[in-house]
């Protein structure tokens, strides 16, 4: 039997007496690409910091494999997971000090890990050049070496190729199918319907804070039960 990463029941989040997130039952499994679309606004990325647990729901629960989860969450659980921003800081240094820094925090030997991420997000020539050099798509490539530094098999990705060129976003895509291929279990937040379809094995829309269905790729885009999905699919505008 499959074993579950996350399961979600009655999750909500409210800010300002505004419902943010109101998710009644979702469950992630292990291995699994889960990609969420939906419009700006629709809680995509206040859902998956609270599946990193940076938030604390108003109602509802998380378990996190297996264990019911709990606020404050020790360290050891949330470094199980990575998590990619869309808007990532950065240290005020180079490539390599950036890479290596969670390393650093879990004081964990190198051994190559910073050079093997380097390299497979073609970073090398960058090593030694400071952030504030670089083009938003170079940025994002090393937030990504900095996450597969930490060897994470639970991954967060929000909206990871936002406003890159072709080829920063090519170059992503295809290390989020080879993560996936390797084993990772994946969640991933994008506007982008093209993107989602290449790479979901399975989908939510999410409006106002609600998954309103949640099916595998082929039958959301092909045949999907909620109106509200096809209009999306088919590039309506939908709230």
């Keep these: 039997m499959t074993q579950l990463i996350y399961h979600v029941k009655d999750l909500t989040k409210v800010i300002d007496k505004r419902v943010i997130v109101d998710v009644g039952d979702l469950e992630i499994r292990d291995g699994e690409l889960f990609v969420i679309v939906g419009p700006n606004g629709a809680g995509k990325s206040t859902f998956l910091r609270l599946l990193h647990f940076l938030e604390e729901p108003t109602t509802g629960y998380i378990e996190f494999q297996g264990q019911p989860v709990s606020m404050p969450v020790p360290i050891e659980m949330r470094r199980r997971i990575g998590m990619v921003f869309q808007r990532p800081e950065f240290l005020d240094t180079n490539v390599l000090e950036n890479v290596n820094y969670p390393l650093r925090l879990r004081k964990i030997r190198e051994n190559g890990r910073v050079e093997d991420a380097l390299t497979r997000l073609a970073l090398t020539d960058f090593a030694q050049a400071h952030t504030s050099t670089l083009s938003g798509g170079e940025l994002q490539r090393v937030a990504l070496a900095r996450l597969l530094v930490t060897q994470s098999n639970i991954l ?8 890159l060129d072709p080829y920063n976003a090519e170059l992503i895509e295809d290390l989020i199918r080879e993560l996936h291929r390797e084993g990772a279990t994946i969640v991933m937040v994008t506007h982008n319907i093209f993107q989602a379809r290449r790479l979901a094995g399975r989908m939510g829309l999410m409006l ?3 998954l309103v269905e949640v099916a595998p ?6 045949n999907p039960k909620d109106p509200r999905v096809k209009a999306f699919v088919d590039g309506e505008m939908v709230y």
């Design 156 to 163: 967060l990705l929000d909206e990871p190729t936002a406003n």
């Design 208 to 210: 106002n804070g609600q």
């Design 217 to 222: 790729a082929d039958t959301f885009f092909e």
